[in-house]
């Protein structure tokens, strides 16, 4: 016998909003047990998602989805809505290969009008849906939902200042589910917010607006005082008013009896753009998650009874604990150092060096323009600050880097974590382009980490180059093994080394492919084929004596790198050409991530498509030499 047997009704929206609204609590209810027992097994989001269990059937329930555009802002808490919009049976397929993205998907379903992985888009988004309706003559309803965490950043308010200077229709509701901004106060609370939601309540303001217009201006403007006062005792949403939207709240996310009304009464108004404050708990109905939200954020797969999530015993510590412990090792040394994060401290370590350095630390909020520019008011006053953004993060930011830091050749110290694949969370969280977007600023020291001992060494660089910005990236997941050094000792900028000395083919690495380079070079020497193996260290500046070396004293040279097109070995490849040392024939191939955007998957079939394995370099060696040998024959 079915235990969701409403949610057993139902393959899309339509179906949903057949249903009473008696019957949507029950709803609510199969809906939360379905999202967990799904990410039980997959792993991926899941306290966002519990949060707004109701307010996702409220939505489908009182709006005409898809006709009715509807962005959830970031996208990892729309797991509920996906299982609502046609895709429950493939749910338990999240964030597998081949299966449904983690966030919204444009090319998954209509009922994801835009994608987002990264946070902050939604009501910008929305914006240009209700102007294109409007030009459009069209009359559908435009939802954003937006986290208070997401309202952090500046394109949100960006978008909030555009729209409240238009008159297009649209509805942002915020899903304020960590620092409320304006607590709920019960029963009057839900009674303001449905009776300031109503026509009649909006008629009668407009109408007091209109006379208090034919009024003597001192009296205007008392008389919109007195509006807003009444109404903002209770409710405190007079900051989005002064923005030009119109605030309906705050309402209990998690009650029906309170949203339903609220929603419906927006819906019909003909109004310019209206703010719904709803305030909800991460975790919602799960009691593990609402006892450790920052735990339950995003989780492995887990025991539904107990909690315990399933973690595989790590054969090396992480990258990331690596660099959090390197650098409050700095850190006890030069009382300069200090920490920047945009609202990722667990996930770049500095949660560990907030505990030892409160005063040092700084999280800024989701809000990677200010984050760089700080750290660049602090780099003014001789203090050495680490801005930790993951690359894929500081994209957002790179004006920031090349006006505020770059020209200015401020020695802001970037360290990218989440460098390469990322796996599961697929295309919008990959660190594909950070080498090729820094090295292309003049005076940029740019380095990659081959293991978790180079990385201690490169912070240790890090904290001593005062004379221009610098950035050090590497990767997502466990290093390779290798003992970690007592103390970082700062290498000499520009230097890479050679790891294997060979004498036919030259394998040039930057960063953790090194351990396939050698790898590949084992393969080819059973070829016959005698392998050098480098580790560049640094892509910016090149190690031009050590490359040149390569170039003159082997028939082939490889680049290798866990980045785009335009990177490490696009600046090798002019380095050859500007010494004329492509003149005498040599043979050069460089190993990069391919040109498309790449969907989640399993780390080593990733790698394996993207030819950045061992098998994949050994092939690329035998094809510039013209041969399609097998691994074992001999040269």
């Known amino acids: 016998m079915s235990q969701t047997p409403l949610l057993d009704r139902i393959q899309t929206p339509h179906d949903l909003r057949r249903l009473t609204e008696d019957q949507l609590p029950q709803l609510a209810a199969e809906l939360r047990d379905e999202t967990i027992s799904a990410v039980s097994e997959t792993g991926g989001h899941l306290g966002a998602g519990l949060g707004v269990i109701e307010l996702t059937v409220a ?26 919009t046609g895709r429950r049976e493939r749910i338990r397929t999240l964030r597998q290969p081949g299966g449904l993205a983690g966030f919204t998907n444009r090319e998954e379903s209509p009922y994801d009008p835009f994608g987002a992985g990264h946070s902050s888009t939604s009501i910008s988004a929305a914006l240009g849906m209700a102007v294109a309706r409007d030009l459009s003559n069209k009359s559908n309803n435009v939802i954003a939902v937006i986290g208070d965490g997401a309202m952090s950043a500046g394109m949100a308010y960006e978008a909030m200042n555009n729209a409240g200077a238009r008159d297009e229709r649209l509805i942002v509701v915020l899903n304020d589910n960590d620092m409320s901004i304006a607590p709920p106060t019960g029963a009057l609370s839900a009674y303001l917010a449905r009776v300031t939601s109503s026509g009649t309540y909006v008629h009668l303001r407009d109408y007091a607006k209109q006379l208090a217009k034919l009024l003597p201006k001192a009296w205007e403007r008392r008389a919109a005082r007195v509006e807003e006062y009444t109404r903002h005792l209770w409710q405190g949403g007079a900051w989005f008013e002064e923005l030009g939207f119109y605030y309906v709240g705050p309402l209990d996310g998690h009650d029906l009896n309170q949203l339903l009304p609220v929603l419906k009464n927006v819906r019909d108004l003909q109004q310019g ?55 409050i090792a700095e850190a006890r040394k030069d009382k300069r150092v200090v920490a920047i994060t945009a609202a990722m401290p667990s996930g770049t370590g500095l949660d560990h060096f907030g505990k030892e350095f409160p005063d040092r630390t700084f999280d800024v909020g989701i809000a990677e323009q200010h984050a760089v520019t700080f750290a660049a008011g602090l780099a003014t006053e001789g203090y050495k600050p680490f801005a930790t953004i993951y690359s894929t993060f500081l994209q957002r930011a790179y004006d920031q880097v090349v006006h505020d830091v770059a020209i200015q050749k401020l020695p802001v110290r970037f360290a990218i974590d989440r460098a390469g694949l990322v796996g599961a969370d697929g295309a919008t969280h990959a660190g594909s382009f950070d080498v090729a977007y820094l090295t292309c600023l003049p005076d940029f020291v740019v380095m990659a980490a081959a293991d978790e001992a180079e990385l201690v060494h490169m912070v240790a660089t890090q904290a001593q ?39 036919k083919v030259a394998l040039l690495s930057l960063g953790t492919r090194l351990a396939e380079c050698l790898k590949a070079a084992d393969q080819l020497a059973a070829a016959g084929l005698s392998t050098t193996v480098a580790d560049a260290r640094f892509a910016k500046p090149l190690d031009g004596e050590m490359i040149r070396e390569l170039a003159t004293k082997h028939e082939v040279l490889v680049t290798v790198e866990e980045g785009s097109i335009g990177g490490f070995g696009s600046h090798v490849l002019q380095f050859l050409s500007d010494e004329g040392l492509l003149d005498g024939g040599l043979r050069v191939r460089s190993k990069v991530l391919p040109d498309v955007f790449i969907d989640h998957g399993k780390p080593e079939a990733m790698y394996e498509a993207a030819r950045l394995n061992a098998s994949g370099i050994v092939e690329t060696v035998f094809a510039a030499l013209g041969r399609a040998a097998a691994v074992g024959e001999r040269a």
């Open 273 to 327: 753009p209206i703010l719904v404050h709803v305030v909800t708990k991460k975790g919602k109905g799960y009691a593990p998650a609402e006892a450790a939200d920052d735990k339950y954020h995003g989780v492995n797969k887990f025991n539904v009874i107990t909690g315990a999530q399933v973690k595989p015993k790590p054969n090396a510590p992480s990258y990331t604990k690596v660099f959090a412990d390197a650098l």
């Open 465 to 503: 180059i005062d004379d221009r910005p610098s950035a050090l990236r590497y990767p997502r997941g466990e290093g390779v093994g290798v003992e970690l050094p007592e103390e970082g000792i700062p290498l000499p900028i520009g230097k890479g080394r050679i790891v294997r000395q060979g004498s």
């Open 59 to 84: 939505l489908h329930w009182v709006f005409n989805t898809p006709d009715d555009r509807l962005i959830w802002d970031v996208g990892h808490q729309a797991y509920p809505h996906k299982i609502l």
